[in-house]
């Protein structure tokens, strides 16, 4: 039980061998310390995970938590985290979701639920309230994502002669499969990076469904509706989250990348695609999107809805239309629409998919792996993404992930990838910051968790994005802010307005132009600030995530212990990682990345990664060696 609102007070450890559950420890202490989602999730597997196991293992563990946030009202709240020991990296991934599930875990009266052990039969649970049920599968298991959501809900309506309010997590054939980058799918939403969907596959379990009649307890519930009100009109009127995300999601993204030579291409060998305009957020808005749509509790709505066959169903994101577009050099949108479409329903992440292909087709350009597939070629790609999914004839190598592949057959430096993870569609070779955050982020090549650098070098604020002056300062502040964001169960995109809207919507102004000048001078200010954050002892009105976890927890909270927070979570998956043989040697990039300039004539152009980790690593307080040191783990009371 827990003295703090927001919570429900309840950790469950389900055990699938023996079909058991019982309370896992989870104090108050705890919840101080790691406040929850991710953060909770990586200090239970740092607790539990020994550096022995296999994500195939029975002992691999899957940690599904939740934030005090969820359920409460708070802007873009609903989200829930999955962690595990993943099948592409080997080392611990997390993925967070935007689907219900994580508020009907609450409502159910969990926090989190922690899966061990593997099921003898394919099986789906069932959780209402204090009631957990083990159900055979029978015919669900083989069925696409929808369709499976679609049975699941139509059982528990059946059971009950009634429309059952529940959330749904699922996987499709390809976590069924065991694909690599298998994703679990909520809703629309996705789990969708580094192969959670596998690890369900492996213990056998297709399902969970939450359902419950418990409310989420708020500490000062007038304080919190006004604050939530204030917060929603911020983020309505702010240039990102009020214009450009509604207006056009994150495929709005396309055109900037372009101007800003950051869109990948050609898996990766070039930063502009001459096409773009035809797979573009503004053409996908005027000719396809039917109408936005959007997370529970969520004012942005950055999803769209297209029609694919007659289905309205989820459009593509930035990164799919980045991959799926100038990455295989296809300029056909249709095409894409259907692509991501099936790969929902097959339950893939469409980032990993689609830069392995990318990867064969300049294989079997070398000559190093002949498989038919080539860039421009799009008729047998919707055959491919299938036969990954199901593993049959070239799928079942291309559904282990780039690093495998390039391992086998050759073309490693510019197998897309770090620590196994396949890149988002940002080319950080005119973008370095962006560079190094994908070579240190703790899950592998990931925009989001390296830090999203590429906000402050191209895409928001336009910061020198060649120097490597500051960027290790402002990637660890960047990676603990939106790791502490996260953690209270919030979308990363209320983390944009952290940049005042006059920056965003003035580019050329005085006080913009100055601000991107000075960026790359203020290091040691952003060092102080990262080494002592207690300094930071009061809210900032540019994050206002602090004040909701004061009224809806009760507990204390400020800029600072907001971002010690974020950082101890930080390090403690970094520690995670340790134990599975993560160290600096593993952060790294493609050759293709660091060692070939994009503009063969700026010998600039390509990321000066070894410099920046240098300084990273210094700016982290890690030793040489990328990992944190004992003091330093006894100053964030990690040990
Ligand atoms: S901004 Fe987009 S991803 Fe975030 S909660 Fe809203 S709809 Fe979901």
Same mark, same amino acid.
Request: net charge neutral; hydrophobic share 35%; aromatic share 8%.
């Given at each position: 039980m827990?003295?703090?609102?927001?919570?429900?007070?309840?950790?469950?450890?389900?055990?699938?061998?023996?079909?058991?559950?019982?309370?896992?420890?989870?104090?108050?202490?705890?919840?101080?310390?790691?406040?929850?989602?991710?953060?909770?999730?990586?200090?239970?597997?740092?607790?539990?995970?020994?550096?022995?196991?296999?994500?195939?293992?029975?002992?691999?563990?899957?940690?599904?938590?939740?934030?005090?946030?969820?359920?409460?009202?708070?802007?873009?709240?609903?989200?829930?985290?999955?962690?595990?020991?993943?099948?592409? %990296?080997?080392?611990?991934?997390?993925?967070?979701?935007? +689907? #219900?599930?994580?508020?009907?875990?609450?409502? &159910? *009266?969990?926090?989190?639920?922690?899966?061990?052990?593997?099921?003898?039969?394919?099986?789906?649970?069932?959780?209402?309230?204090?009631?957990?049920?083990f159900h055979e599968c029978g015919e669900l298991w083989g069925m696409k994502v929808t369709e499976s959501q679609e049975e699941l809900q139509r059982i528990m309506d059946e059971s009950r002669n009634c429309r059952v309010k529940c959330g749904i997590l699922s996987i499709g054939p390809a976590g069924e499969n065991l694909v690599k980058y298998a994703a679990v799918i909520s809703g629309e939403r996705a789990a969708g990076r580094a192969g959670v969907g596998a690890v369900f596959g492996s213990k056998n379990l297709k399902a969970i469904?939450?359902?419950?009649?418990?409310?989420?307890?708020?500490?000062?519930?007038?304080?919190?509706?006004?604050?939530?009100?204030?917060? %929603?009109?911020?983020?309505?009127?702010?240039?990102?989250? +009020? #214009?450009?995300?509604?207006?056009?999601?994150? &495929? *709005?993204?396309?055109?900037?990348?372009?101007?800003?030579?950051?869109?990948?291409?050609?898996?990766?060998?070039?930063?502009?695609?001459?096409?773009?305009?035809?797979?573009s957020g503004e053409t996908l808005a005027e000719d396809y999107n039917i109408v936005n749509k959007g997370c529970m509790s969520c004012p942005i709505k950055c999803a769209r809805t297209v029609n694919v066959k007659g289905h309205n169903v989820k459009g593509p994101e930035l990164e799919t239309l980045g991959l799926l577009g100038g990455g295989i050099m296809n300029n056909n949108l249709e095409k894409i629409l259907q692509w991501n479409y099936e790969l929902d329903e097959l339950g893939m992440d469409t980032i990993s998919a689609s830069s392995t292909l990318a990867w064969a087709m300049e294989a079997n350009e070398k000559g190093l792996w002949k498989t038919g597939l080539e860039f421009g070629k799009i008729t047998n790609i919707s055959k491919t993404f299938n036969d990954i999914a199901f593993r049959r004839g070239i799928g079942d190598e291309l559904a282990e992930g780039t690093r495998w592949l390039s391992k086998k057959y050759g073309g490693e430096e510019f197998a897309?990838?770090?620590?196994?993870?396949?890149?988002?569609?940002?080319?950080?070779?005119?973008?370095?910051?962006?560079?190094?955050?994908?070579?240190?982020?703790?899950?592998?090549?990931?925009?989001?968790?390296?830090?999203?650098?590429?906000?402050?070098?191209?895409?928001?604020?336009?910061?020198?994005?060649?120097?490597?002056?500051?960027?290790?300062?402002?990637?660890?502040?960047?990676?603990?802010?939106?790791?502490?964001?996260?953690?209270?169960?919030?979308?990363?995109?209320?983390?944009?307005?952290?940049?005042?809207?006059?920056l965003i919507s003035k580019p050329n102004g005085i006080i913009t132009t100055t601000v991107n000048k000075v960026i790359p001078f203020l290091g040691p200010v952003v060092r102080v600030l990262n080494k002592f954050p207690e300094i930071a002892s009061f809210h900032l009105w540019l994050i206002p995530h602090t004040k909701s976890l004061h009224y809806v927890t009760g507990m204390r909270m400020n800029l600072g212990k907001f971002l010690r927070t974020g950082e101890r979570s930080y390090n403690v998956e970094r520690m995670t990682n340790a134990k599975f043989g993560v160290s600096a040697k593993l952060d790294t990039l493609p050759k293709r990345l660091t060692d070939v300039p994009q503009d063969p004539k700026n010998p600039k152009t390509k990321v000066p990664l070894e410099k920046m980790k240098k300084v990273y690593y210094e700016a982290r307080g890690w030793s040489k060696d990328g990992l944190p040191t004992e003091k330093k783990l006894k100053k964030m009371k990690i040990v």
């Open positions: 827990t003295t703090y609102s927001g919570y429900m007070g309840k950790v469950i450890l389900l055990d699938l061998n023996t079909q058991t559950t019982c309370e896992y420890p989870w104090t108050d202490k705890d919840r101080e310390l790691y406040i929850g989602g991710k953060g909770m999730a990586s200090k239970i597997l740092f607790d539990n995970l020994t550096g022995e196991e296999q994500a195939f293992s029975e002992d691999n563990l899957i940690v599904i938590t939740t934030g005090p946030l969820t359920g409460t009202g708070a802007p873009c709240s609903n989200r829930f985290n999955i962690s595990t020991l993943s099948p592409l %990296t080997g080392i611990t991934t997390s993925s967070n979701c935007g +689907g #219900n599930f994580g508020h009907y875990l609450k409502k &159910a *009266g969990y926090d989190a639920l922690i899966i061990k052990g593997k099921c003898k039969e394919h099986t789906w649970i069932e959780i209402k309230n204090d009631k957990f049920t469904v939450a359902t419950g009649n418990h409310e989420v307890p708020v500490d000062n519930v007038a304080m919190n509706d006004k604050h939530n009100l204030k917060w %929603t009109n911020t983020l309505r009127k702010h240039p990102l989250t +009020g #214009n450009q995300l509604p207006k056009m999601g994150t &495929a *709005g993204l396309v055109s900037s990348m372009q101007v800003r030579g950051i869109l990948s291409s050609r898996n990766y060998a070039l930063g502009q695609y001459d096409d773009f305009d035809m797979v897309i990838q770090s620590k196994g993870l396949e890149l988002a569609a940002y080319e950080p070779r005119r973008s370095v910051g962006q560079g190094l955050g994908y070579a240190v982020s703790n899950r592998g090549g990931c925009h989001l968790n390296g830090g999203y650098l590429v906000i402050v070098e191209n895409l928001g604020l336009h910061a020198d994005p060649q120097t490597p002056h500051a960027k290790a300062d402002f990637c660890m502040f960047m990676q603990d802010l939106m790791e502490a964001v996260s953690l209270g169960g919030q979308c990363l995109f209320t983390s944009y307005a952290v940049f005042p809207g006059f």
